[in-house]
C-alpha cells in the first residue's frame, strides 16, 4: 500500500534529508513504513518566509521501490513500413521514437550536423561571429532547444502525456529530479549526452538519421505526398526518397520550407506571434526581489538551499500582451541568427543555473496592421516583418553578431546609454536608442510595460539591467493547417505539419507531445491497412 504526504518546509528544511525523514517517521499510525520517496516538489515564494512544499509517497507494509516508471520498450523496425521526418528537434525525436514502439521504421533528415559536431558552428558564432546556415543555434540534432536551454515544461497538459516525454527524457540519461521538479530543466550542458542517446534508440532499432541533408522539394501527385528531394549540404549530391507518410517538424525558422510550399501552392495561414527585446539583469538583483531578501548577504544566506530565482510577468498595454517569455535563471543570451545578415538573441541556462546574470524575453504581441506594408508577401508577410527587423538590428550593431543594446532605465526614458553594463551576450553588445530601431508599436509597448513590472517586482526597473535586442523568433508567424483530428495536412494527403515550425507548439516539451500524438495518427493509418 502507498500512501501521500504533503509537507510545507522550510527551504532549509527541505533541504535536509534527516528532517524528512524525522517528519515521514511521525506517520507510524499508518502502518510498517518500508521506505518513501519524493514525488513533487515546488517552491511558494509569493511571501515570507518562503516554503518548499514537498509531495512524498510512503511505502506501508510492502516492498519499497526506487523504480519510478517501468521502461519503455523499442521493436526492430519492419523494413515495408517507413516515416520520413524532416527535422531531428525534438518533434522529430520523439515522433521517431513512438514509430518504434511499433516497429515502424523513422528515416528523419536534418539540414543540420549531429549535437557534437554542431557545437564547433556554435562556438565560431560566439567567438567568430561566423553563422553556417544550416548548423548554428536553431539548425542541427536536437533542434533549437538543445543550446537554449532544455525547459521541460509546458502549459499544453492537454496536447499529450507530458509524464511520457519526462520518463523518456530519464530513461536515455537526463536526471530524475525533472520528475520530481515543479518547473524541471535539464541544462544546455547536459542535454547534449541525451540527445545523443536517442540517437542511439534510434539507429539501434534500425531508424535511419540522415545529417547536413536538406530537404529541396516534396513531390505532391493528385493532392498526395509520393516522393521528397534532398540535398547534402557541402557535397551537393542529391537523394530521392519514396514516402507517403511525411513528418514536417522542421522548426520555427525553417523559412526556406514556408517559401517552398507557397510556391507550391499549399495551404498556408499567417498565425499570431511575438517580438521584442531580451532583458538581462544581476542574479542576485533577481534573488533579491523574489526570495523577500533585504541585502546581498540575505540572498547569500536563502541562496544556499534554493535555485536561481524566476519570474514571470504580463500586463496588457494598447490593447496589446506584453510579456516575459523564455526567462533563463544563471543564465546567458545567446545569438540565433541563422542568416549572416541578422541579429537574433534568446537564452540559456546550464543545469546549475549558476552564472551571474538572469535573462528573459520581454515582447509584444504583433498584429497584421503592424507590417501591412509588405501585403504583397500575402500569408508570409510576418515572416518578413521578422526578417526586416532582425536586418535592421544587424546593420545598427555594425553589420556583425555585435547587438544593439540600451540600459532598462536609459531605454524606458528614452535617453542614449553613454555606457552598457557587462552582459553574458558573447559577441558584444553596442550602445543604440533602441526607441528609434524598433517600430513604435512595439518600443511605446514596451517602455510601458518595463513601468509596469517595475511596480509588480520593486527594483526591477534598474539601470543595472540592459535590453539586447532582437527577440524575434518566440514562435513562427505561419501556420500549416492540419486536420485535428488526423494531423495530416488539410489539402495534402500524407503531408503531417507539426510542432513549432507548424504553429502548433512552443517548446521542447509540447513539440516533443506533438511528435508522439502525430506518430500515433500515423500508426492507426498504417496498421489499419
Known sequence: MKKTLELSLLPHEADNNKIIEERVSRQKHLGNITGFRINKKSIDARRNPIKVNLQIEIFIDEEFSWLRFPPYHFKEVDKNKSVVIIGAGPAGLFTALRLLEEGIKPIIIERGKNVKDRRRDVANINKQQLINPNSNYCFGEGGAGTYSDGKLYTRSNKRGNTQKILELFVQHGADETILIENHPHIGTNKLPKIIEQIRNTILENGGEIHFKTLLTDIEIIKDKVESIKTKDVETGEEKNFATENLVLATGHSARDIYIMLQQKKVTLEAKPFAMGVRVEHPQSLIDKIQYHCNDLRAVEKIREHLPAAAYSLVQQVEGRGVYS??????????????????????????????????????????????????????????????????????????ETQVAPAQRLQDFVNGKISSTVPD???????????????????????????????????????SNDAVVVAVESRTSSPVRIPRNPNTYEHVSVSGLYPIAEGAGYAGGIMSAAMDGQQCASKIIEKILSK
Open 325 to 398: 517569455f523564455c526567462m533563463c535563471p544563471g543564465g546567458i543570451i545567446a545569438p540565433c541568427a541563422t542568416e549572416q545578415n541578422q541579429i537574433v538573441v534568446n537564452g540559456w541556462s546550464p543545469s546549475k543555473r549558476n552564472n551571474p546574470y538572469a535573462n528573459s524575453g520581454m515582447v509584444v504581441s504583433i498584429e497584421p496592421d503592424d507590417y501591412k506594408n509588405l501585403k504583397k508577401h500575402g500569408v508570409l508577410a510576418g515572416m518578413y516583418y521578422q526578417q526586416q527587423l532582425e536586418k535592421d538590428c544587424w546593420l545598427a550593431g555594425g
Open 423 to 461: 552582459c553574458s551576450y558573447q559577441p558584444g553588445i553596442k550602445s543604440w536608442a533602441l526607441n528609434e530601431l524598433f517600430p513604435s508599436s512595439i518600443s511605446s509597448r514596451l517602455r510601458e510595460g518595463f513601468k509596469h513590472f517595475g511596480k509588480k517586482m520593486n527594483g526591477y526597473l
